[in-house]
């Protein structure tokens, strides 16, 4: 016979199977209680978010999340970059705009087009190059650029806007003349110089020649 | 009352054991083996043994092939007790019984040569999926006939949930499995993108619910108050848990998809459904405790209740922690991360795993007309599971949520703390052996259990035909007491009314969504695939990339940052099948092709990714570089792909093959300017192609 509590006789359903008996136990009441609320919870989340739209869904939720960051989007909105035209007519051009006397392009510093350039950076950089272009190990993986040592040209602004502009196509990195177009590459490049001797940490060991 | 005497079939009860014990033991050993393959990539044995491969072999090893035969095991052992009366015919018992163990081993072998439709547990491709609808029908047939020559008047709720399984199974394995065959073992699935997905997650989550849980349920059912002794706590509890689990369970399948492309509508019932599942599934987890109360003195001593107490209150934890993590917030954090498959593990280790061992030590021995060999041994194997279950949690949890957190970091400025994704990668890596050591304890119980069983059977006789006696049926009608009881005596009517409780939220959630998509179809954002792109989906599909990548951007300010703007439906209107994937173990790949990665970073890091990725866990895939494409089907892809709707025109089916040859000699020149030698007739060519091609929107002007 099976074994049953003395409290229980009393519930002890009259059927059987296979030796397996019942009891007509209540439903714990707080098992009742679980279930009631969570169908009330599920009510008002319905209503809140279907029939009276009070909760924000995931799109709406997305836009409240991204106005935090307007720096990160104002991109998408901007106007289409001009061509991707010769490097040698655009160096030129801003020559002029700088007014420069040199024959020479001058990074630029204000800290509007170095906040864009780091942006840049971080956005399509800081991928293989390391957030702080550090560099990170490995064969499709980008050097250090905060040294002084430099595979292509002698680290040059000219060397780094024509690397950047071309890729290193055979070495994984893309040709960034299409993408970015010229104004956004002197920005993120002038960014670049700005690093220079920065000195972040875990950085990757030098590639290519010194230049001082 | 004439008493009558008949046999009950042991025979098919041992048989489906045996096929348990050793598709278990399969099914981990490829658990180990996968856990190891992350950590050490080297254990990527080429073509075949690589991770993408292996990983569907073990899952669906461990779903239909271990936890199958045990659920068939004991609903055989079962049914004929509790309907006293033998199995309604030998011939379908052994029918059934070859069947199942001819299709694992059919999926074992497709899955290892890259046939995979890529659904998730719905991998095997059509003429297997036939297979296991004849079979699936053969159990019906036998299981129902079994209860309509029952000598008990009623049915006991063990039965109820036996009935549920089979109705809901048979209703999510046919529609999740429909598709149009290309040629014998590849196939395009009817529905497209967003549909496809929530048909599959509606099949993925019911699978956990009809194949994982209501037929454990009822197992538990029969075999805990069995071995306890003990009278089930209540039976109004077992009514209402059980018509509130089978219909409510069906309506949470969306949950898999929060913060995805599927409507916001559906979302929204998938979590309440889920947080409404909570005290129905909990009800289980009382009846099966609760019908402890005064024996737990005994399942001190006893190790087949032990086993079953750690199962039991598996499920209730992995219960609780299923609505959880519906909620949003907390599915925004988890979703993608090993947390999930800590979540599912804690399921199919504890719950469906150590309720199958402590329902094998009780049965083997009382079939073979014996005691159990070694119980000392048997406990042995408990607390080594157990120990086994503590450290596979503890790591998946810890990595789950560290990956989750890192994802999300930003730093002050806004931007991400990690960007490259690798460092994520990497920290979690002595978590993977964890998990790996975790699993290697599992298994080393099972080996115990193997050893204990042999030995038990070798000092057992089977009693293939145990011979039983009851009263003939009844026919007079007595006064019932109860609507439910009423129901418990008709079969036919409980039959219809559980299918509906069943179908009803698939209906719901389903079909409207297809009637609006058929009336006014999501607008494309993307360009049809080319013939080689295609291609080159189906290698990505045949290799299993989806296992660690997914395709699906979600609206968060960290995810846009890192791959690109948030996935909407339009991007997935030609995907068949979708993509999207469960798991990041690698980057999220939907906008891959407008990510800074080249055709040549593609090519080396496709060929050796820990060269290009110094501690990637991402296997090698040389063989893509030198296998050739096979472009024998590419036309009849593009035929099939237009009489599923795709506005591929004529032309596009007679040229295919020209048009692939072209763009292959066009990104081949492209990968010899990079320095290297690929030739256009190689699989690499097309998967690039492929990559290069995600995640492109058509150009709008403004
Ligand atoms: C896919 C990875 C990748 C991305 C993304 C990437 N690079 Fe590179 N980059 C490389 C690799 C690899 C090299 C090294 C080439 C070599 O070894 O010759 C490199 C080299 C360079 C160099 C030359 C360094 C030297 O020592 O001469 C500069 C400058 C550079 N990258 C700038 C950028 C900028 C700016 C961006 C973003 C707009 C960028 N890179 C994005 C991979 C990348
Ligand atoms: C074992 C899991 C795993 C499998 C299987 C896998 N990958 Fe990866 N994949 C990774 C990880 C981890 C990374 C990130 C580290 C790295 O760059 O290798 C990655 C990176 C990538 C990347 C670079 C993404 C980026 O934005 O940096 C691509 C492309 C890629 N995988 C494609 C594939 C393809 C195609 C397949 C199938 C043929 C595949 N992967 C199979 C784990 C995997």
Redesign the pocket.
């Known amino acids: 016979m099976v074994n049953v509590l003395e409290d229980e006789k009393d519930i002890l359903l009259d059927h059987e199977y296979d030796g397996i008996h019942e009891l007509d136990n209540f439903l714990p009441p707080w098992w009742t209680m679980l279930f009631y609320i969570t169908i009330v919870f599920a009510v008002i989340y319905f209503v809140g978010y279907e029939v009276m739209g009070v909760f924000k869904q995931p799109a709406e939720e997305y836009q409240a999340e991204i106005a935090q960051y307007p720096d990160y989007y104002e991109d998408e909105t901007e106007e289409e970059e001009e061509g991707d035209d010769d490097i040698a007519a655009f160096l030129a051009k801003k020559q002029q705009q700088q007014g420069n006397k040199k024959e020479v392009v001058v990074a630029l510093t204000d800290e509007k087009s170095i906040g864009k350039g780091r942006r ?2 971080r956005k ?2 800081a ?3 390391g957030k702080n272009a550090e560099g990170i190990e490995g064969q ?4 250090n ?1 905060t040294d002084n ?5 002698e680290g040059k602004i000219e060397d ?1 806007i024509h ?2 502009k071309t890729g ?1 196509i055979e ?4 040709p ?1 003349g299409p993408t ?1 177009g010229n104004t956004k590459i002197l920005q ?2 002038s960014y ?1 110089i700005s690093l220079k001797g920065s000195n972040p940490p875990n950085a990757r060991g030098p ?2 020649k010194e230049y001082k | 009352m004439s008493v009558e005497t008949f046999h009950y079939d042991n025979k098919i009860v041992r048989n489906f054991a045996f096929a348990t014990v050793f598709w278990g033991v399969v099914g981990m050993f490829f658990g180990v083996l996968i856990a190891f393959q992350l950590p050490l990539p080297g254990l990527n044995f080429g073509e075949h043994f690589s991770f993408g491969r292996l990983r569907p072999i073990h899952t669906n090893a461990a779903i239909f092939a271990f936890v199958g035969n045990a659920i068939f095991m004991g609903i055989y052992y079962s049914l004929q007790r509790l309907c006293k009366a033998r199995m309604f015919s030998d011939k379908l018992s052994k029918i059934h019984f070859w069947g199942w163990q001819f299709i694992i081993v059919a999926a074992a072998v497709t899955l290892l040569f890259g046939y995979t439709t890529s659904k998730e547990y719905a991998e095997l491709e059509w003429p297997i999926d036939i297979a296991i609808t004849f079979i699936w029908v053969v159990f019906g047939i036998n299981m129902f006939g079994t209860i309509s020559v029952r000598r008990e008047k009623h049915m006991y709720v063990a039965i109820w949930f036996y009935i549920a399984t089979f109705i809901a199974v048979a209703v999510l394995h046919i529609f999740n499995s429909l598709a149009l065959p290309v040629s014998f073992m590849k196939s395009y699935p009817i529905y497209a993108g967003v549909q496809d997905a929530l048909v599959q997650w509606w099949y993925g989550h019911n699978a956990v619910a009809f194949f994982l849980t209501t037929p454990y349920l009822g197992l538990m059912y029969y075999y805990l108050p069995k071995i306890a002794d003990r009278p089930v706590y209540s039976y109004r509890l077992s009514i209402i848990h059980f018509w509130s689990l089978v219909f409510i369970y069906i309506w949470a399948g969306p949950h898999h998809l929060l913060y995805s492309a599927v409507s916001p509508w559906a979302q929204t019932l998938g979590v309440i459904f889920s947080i409404m599942l909570i005290a129905p599934s909990w009800g289980g987890m009382l009846n099966g405790l609760l019908t402890l109360r005064g024996a737990w003195h005994t399942v001190a001593k006893n190790v087949e209740l032990k086993f079953m107490v750690v199962a039991v209150t598996s499920y209730g934890m992995v219960t609780l922690e299923g609505p959880l993590m519906s909620f949003k917030s907390v599915n925004s954090l988890a979703h993608f991360t090993d947390w999930i498959v800590g979540h599912v593990h804690n399921g199919t280790l504890g719950w469906n795993g150590f309720l199958t061992f402590g329902i094998v030590y009780w049965l083997i021995p009382r079939i073979y007309n014996t005691k159990l060999y070694s119980p000392r041994l048997a406990n042995a194997h408990f607390w080594i599971g157990t120990l086994g279950i503590v450290f596979y949690l503890v790591a998946m949890y810890f990595s789950g949520i560290t990956q989750g957190l890192m994802w999300k970091e930003l730093d002050p400025d806004g931007g991400l703390m990690h960007e490259n994704f690798l460092s994520t990668v990497k920290q979690i890596i002595p978590m993977y052996y964890l998990r790996g050591i975790g699993g290697l304890l599992y298994i080393t119980g099972v080996f115990l259990m193997v050893y204990n069983l042999f030995k038990t059977v070798k000092q057992g006789n089977l009693q293939a035909d145990e011979e039983a006696s009851a009263p003939a049926l009844e026919q007079e009608k007595t006064k019932v007491k109860s609507t439910h009881r009423f129901l418990e005596g008709h079969l036919g009517l409980f039959f219809i009314l559980s299918t509906l409780a069943i179908i009803a939220g698939g209906l719901i959630e389903l079909v409207p969504g297809a009637m609006n998509e058929f009336i006014s179809p999501t607008k494309p954002l993307v360009e049809k695939y080319s013939p080689l792109e295609l291609e080159g989906r189906d290698i990505y599909i045949r290799e299993g990339c989806n296992n660690c990548h997914s395709q699906m951007i979600r609206p968060f300010h960290n995810e846009t940052l890192r791959y690109g703007a948030y996935s909407e439906a339009g991007d997935y209107v030609y995907d068949r099948p979708f993509l999207w994937g469960s798991k990041r173990t690698g980057p999220d790949l939907h906008r891959i092709g407008l990510r ?3 055709e040549v ?1 593609h090519y080396d890091h496709m060929v050796n990714p820990q060269k290009s990725s110094p501690g990637s866990v991402m296997p090698p895939y040389p063989w893509l570089a030198t296998n050739k494409l096979d472009t024998s089907t590419t036309s009849k892809k593009i035929q099939v792909m237009r009489s599923l709707g795709v506005p591929y025109n004529y032309d596009d089916v007679r040229n295919a093959e020209e048009n692939l040859q072209k763009e292959a000699q066009e990104l081949s020149d492209i990968l010899k300017k990079g320095k290297i030698d690929c030739a256009p007739d190689r699989e690499m060519i097309a998967l690039i192609a492929y990559l290069k091609k995600l995640g492109k929107r058509i150009k709008v002007k403004k």
């Not at chain 1, 070495?171 to 893309?174: D, N, V, Y």
């Open positions: 840049l950076f399509n950089c991928l293989c190059h499709g993986q980008g050097p650029l040592y430099w595979i292509h040209g780094i690397t950047v290193v070495k994984g990195m893309q960034w970015l993120v490049v670049i590639d290519g | 800074p990665r080249n970073w």
